[in-house]
Every structure is written in C-alpha cells, then in structure tokens.
C-alpha cells in the first residue's frame, strides 16, 4: 500500500538555488518522516514531525506539515552539489508500527 | 562502531534457487525491517520483526521467509516461490516502534540479480 506521493519525481536546479519537494498522504498519521538516499545506498533519516508540529528545522532543511490537508514538505535552501540524492517521506499511520514510504523525489542539483 | 551491515553487496542467484541475505546490527534496536526497492520506486515492506523469536508479514511478504533467533540478526530467504526477486534489498531497524522516536537506520542494501 502507497500512503505517501511525493511531488515532483524529478527536480534539477542550480547549485544555491532553493529546492522545495512536498508528500501527500491518505490517512490520519503519528508521525511523517524524510528519508534522502544516494544511488545505490541505504536510506538516511533526515528528521521526523509530529502529527502536533507545523514546522521543524534542521540545518539547512526546513519540513512543514499540515494535517488539515494530509500534505508535507522540505525545503532544502543554498543547495550544493552534495545534496544530489532521492528524497522519501514516509508515514506512520495511526495504529500502524511500521512506515510506508513514497516513491521519492530525485533531486539533482548542478555546479 | 555502531551500525547495521548487510552483506553480501552484490549476489548472483540462479532461477529456482533460495538465497538468504544476512542483515546484522549492533545498536541494541528492538525491531528491524527487510524492504524491496525497485529501479525509480519506493521501499515496499517485505517482513518485519519487533522482538526476537516473532515478526509479521509486510506488503509483499509471498516468497520471502524471515527468522529472528537473536536481536542482532535478522535474516531474509528469498525463495524460488517469488516471482520477480532481482531488487536492491534494504534491511533496517529502530529503537523502539512504540515510541515517538521511531526513526529507521538503514544498513547498505543487498543488489540481488537472478537469472
């Protein structure tokens, strides 16, 4: 089961450029998570909200949530070369003790 | 140096042949995860386990077997039963799935190739 889309697949900008990737989900949620992955490797955990938070930070990545209409997002501003990955969200569904994932977003940032 | 191996990287199976992938952490984590991901796709959950000597199917558990004899181990068996098993397999584990914390530490992936 697909809880999680994420918008866009695919997403090219300049190195400094600000890169903005949302995920939409179905059902009520404990928690949403970001996840980036480098080709060909496991998955890193980016950070985590709570269905009771509207916005998190850390570093340079900034996640909003809003409940209301089952949708997230990460900005990640001044981008660099390194941050060229796939990025996943995915849930936790209220009474759920596992995450689901989105298909990700692949982000490829110029020089 | 704690963390979560995975090994082998690459594997070569013939068709009709079980192979079973080896998944380890020394973080002390309760539960673990074995998730299949396909070429531009997300993770699809396989089996998991949140204490030892007990797990349950995920998604797309047809074809795959799980044991969890020790904390520290959770190994995958693809079998000859699953359909399509070339994938890059992910294997995983949190804390405590009870808790708010309930990030995942991802070991390295296996790229399983059967022919």
């Known amino acids: 089961s697909q809880q999680g889309e994420e918008d866009p697949q695919a997403l090219s900008i300049q190195e400094g450029e600000n890169a903005t990737m949302n995920c939409s989900y179905k059902t009520s949620i404990n928690n949403l998570q970001w996840y980036r992955q480098n080709s060909g490797r496991g998955l890193v955990h980016l950070i985590l909200?709570?269905?009771?938070?509207r916005e998190k930070h850390s570093g340079r990545l900034r996640v909003t949530l809003d409940t209301s209409k089952k949708s997230s997002s990460l900005l990640i501003t001044a981008s660099r070369a390194a941050d060229t990955a796939s990025y996943f969200c995915a849930t936790e569904a209220q009474g759920a003790q596992k995450l689901v994932f989105g298909q990700g977003t692949r982000l490829t940032i110029n020089p | 140096d704690g963390g979560i191996t995975q090994s082998p990287k690459y594997l070569f199976r013939k068709e009709g042949q079980n192979v079973t992938l080896s998944c380890e952490q020394n973080?002390?984590?309760?539960?673990m995860y074995w998730y299949r991901q396909d070429p531009g796709q997300g993770l699809r959950l396989i089996y998991y386990?949140?204490?030892?000597?007990?797990?349950q199917k995920g998604d797309i558990a047809e074809g795959y077997s799980v044991s969890r004899e020790k904390k520290e181990s959770f190994p995958l068996t693809v079998t000859s039963a699953q359909k399509n098993p070339t994938a890059f397999y992910l294997c995983a584990s949190s804390l405590d799935p009870g808790s708010w914390f309930y990030e995942q530490y991802f070991g390295p992936g296996t790229r399983l190739t059967v022919t």
């Open positions: 386990s949140q204490i030892v000597n007990d797990f």
């Open positions: 973080l002390n984590h309760d539960a």
């Open positions: 909200i709570r269905s009771n938070e």
